[in-house]
Nanobody
Framework: VQLVESGGGLVQPGGSLRLSCAAS????????MSWYRQAPAKERELVAL????????RYGDSVKGRFTISRDNTKNTVYLQMNSLKSEDTAVYYC???????WGQGTQVTVSS
């Protein structure tokens, strides 16, 4: 199993980023996928979760209305569109295959002016 995140970087407050997570080694289209994040000195928290077909979505309270999770089962990829970014969104963002309990290596997102 491999989960490879990309798309992180440095962005100014109010800006946007789109994270991608390319999955391999399991039947991607059959499983829920999620994004988590971990800021320095804080516990890892759920950002968003998406059902296997993409119709069911759930978000953490701190990102509702700003972030959108989506997936493309033809590309075995899950995305996280992040808009109206705030300094408190600064964290390492991880992709997770929920059922298999596999994590990606993470991608750093830094929101700063």
């Amino acid at each position: 199993v491999q989960l490879v995140e990309s798309g992180g970087g440095l962005v100014q407050p109010g800006g946007s980023l789109r994270l991608s997570c390319a999955a391999s080694g399991f039947t991607f289209s059959s499983y829920d996928m999620s994004w988590y994040r971990q800021a320095p000195a804080k516990e890892r928290e759920l950002v968003a979760l998406i059902g296997s077909a993409g119709g069911s979505k759930r978000y953490g309270d701190s990102v509702k209305g700003r972030f959108t999770i989506s997936r493309d089962n033809t590309k075995n990829t899950v995305y996280l569109q992040m808009n109206s970014l705030k300094s408190e969104d600064t964290a390492v963002y991880y992709c997770k295959w929920v059922a298999g309990n596999y994590w990606g290596q993470g991608t750093q997102v830094t929101v700063s002016s």
